[in-house]
């Protein structure tokens, strides 16, 4: 990066009042609005980006929170060559019944843990676990994956994978001091058109990256905020109170940082996030809360806005748009768009152009997916026909990710997993960071995680299986 663009940029922050929260270990450290700047010298420990843990030819798997997600996320494990469920653990013990009873025609048998709000340590404690998989209420994943690591463990984690920026550096130092993986579940990376565009920007199809969309927006408002039956103590809900920013950015950042390389020979650098007032949670608050009395504690509550965007630089100069939207009618909208020197592509429905004459045809169109369908894509689809016991007709949750059987397979083979902690705790710093720039009104630098290593690491997804792998069946 030349000389003069950095100075431009610092002086641009300077006059914004963020400058500094970039540095390593620097940041805001709560997310409740308040800026707090860590002034902690890191240092790299252990680079965890392409490291190969020990092989494991069974990987006995625990499930912590076992909800909507999490028992969809007991299924889909249990339905994967060499996994053994061997614990799973939820405050109500008629989940726990359900999700055990949900694999027993897969030979599985899980020792129960409930009630006890505690109980998650103990199972993070046993000596017979090697991968504990954490799919509870957003404030839990931070620690319970931490715990997990210290105590020998692989995480996986649901998204978002930290809340603050002191825990997105947890994560990290503990994952580098204990040599313990912390994947976060985006299962948008693998597989379908997120793969094939990501094979043709490695490629060189689009030509330099210049520009990329993503987002999570589709309509939650009454089937699951207001919905009193689908989260814990409506823990979601919650989370939707006196917080104003990006509050779930991975679906749509994360197959951007893959295809920009973040991490890996770019680096997310600095941003802004702008939040719409609240147009419909509020409302829709009152309208309920007159015949649920569930619902009365949340009349006047400071809602976030419906729409958040969030703005990105990275080192190399490309742009990153992210928005939020959860409480509108609009629909689902992930990863979107992905601009080159030579080309884009625009997703829903897939399309193409390499000129401003307009898209290319749809037959063109076609034939360059099968070009650049990658072969990570081929075997998961070949395994899954194989496949006999596979539900396939049931809700996404429930049904085997390539995200989830990639990261079994690696760990039987003892390959580099295809994302790790610095994926995680990036992806994840953009929601406290979107929070102080809303507040602030401000663009605010973004922690660099890898400590200057990205500049040097490897690149991640192995999406052709060149370093092997994919052997790994669906049962």
């Not at 008629?94 to 048998?109: E, M, P, Q, T």
């Not at 749509?252 to 770019?266: A, E, K, R, W």
């Amino acid at each position: 990066m030349d000389s003069n663009r950095n100075n431009n940029r610092r002086d641009f922050i300077k006059k914004t009042g963020a400058l500094g929260l970039g540095i390593a270990g620097a940041g805001v450290m709560n997310v409740s609005g308040q800026q707090k700047v860590d002034k902690k010298k890191r240092k790299q420990v252990f680079n965890m980006s392409g490291y190969v843990a020990p092989k494991l030819d069974a990987v006995r798997v625990a499930v912590i929170g076992l909800g909507n997600r999490g028992s969809g996320t007991v299924r889909r494990l249990a339905s994967i060559q060499g996994v053994e469920v061997k614990a799973l653990c939820d405050l109500e013990a008629d989940r726990v019944k359900k999700a055990a009873d949900s694999i027993k025609h897969l030979g599985h048998k899980p020792d129960s843990y409930s009630g006890d709000r505690d109980a998650w340590k103990k199972v993070c404690e046993r000596n017979d676990i090697d991968l504990v998989a954490v799919v509870t209420p957003w404030h839990l994943h931070t620690p319970m994956c931490v715990y997990a690591m210290e105590h020998d463990k692989h995480a996986y984690v649901e998204l978002p994978a930290a809340q603050t920026i002191k825990e997105c550096w947890q994560l990290v130092e503990t994952s580098e001091k204990t040599k313990k993986h912390c994947v976060q579940m985006s299962s948008n990376c693998h597989g379908g058109l997120h793969a094939v565009v990501l094979n043709m920007a490695r490629e060189g199809f689009f030509g330099e990256l210049i520009h990329a969309e993503g987002a999570y927006i589709h309509d939650l408002l009454m089937r699951y905020l207001f919905d009193r039956d689908m989260y814990h103590n409506l823990w979601r809900l919650r989370e939707n109170t006196g917080r104003h920013g990006s509050l779930y950015p991975q679906h749509g950042l994360v197959p951007i940082m893959q295809m920009m390389d973040i991490n890996y020979g770019d680096q997310m650098d600095y941003m802004a996030s702008i939040s719409t007032a609240d147009f419909t949670m509020g409302k829709t608050a009152r309208e309920v809360a007159s015949t649920e009395k569930a619902f009365e504690p949340f009349v006047g509550k400071d809602f976030r806005g419906n729409m958040n965007t969030t703005v990105i630089r990275t080192i190399r100069g490309r742009s990153i748009m992210i928005q939020h939207d959860v409480t509108s009618p609009r629909p689902d909208v992930r990863f979107d768009l992905l601009s080159g020197s030579k080309g884009i592509f625009k997703a829903r429905p897939g399309r193409i152009a390499t000129s401003h004459d307009g898209w290319i045809p749809e037959e063109e169109f076609n034939a360059l997916v099968d070009k650049y369908t990658p072969e990570i894509n081929k075997r998961f689809e070949e395994l899954t026909k194989q496949a006999e016991q596979i539900d396939k007709r049931g809700h996404s949750y429930y049904r085997v990710s390539p995200t989830d059987w990639r990261l079994i397979d690696c760990l039987r083979n003892g390959l580099p997993m295809d994302m790790d902690v610095y994926e995680a705790a990036s992806s994840s710093a953009i929601i406290p960071l979107s929070e102080w720039s809303v507040e602030k009104r401000s663009a605010v630098e973004i922690p660099d995680f890898t400590n200057g290593a990205w500049k040097t690491n490897p690149r991640g997804m192995d999406i052709n299986l060149e370093k092997g792998g994919g052997n790994t069946k669906l049962v």
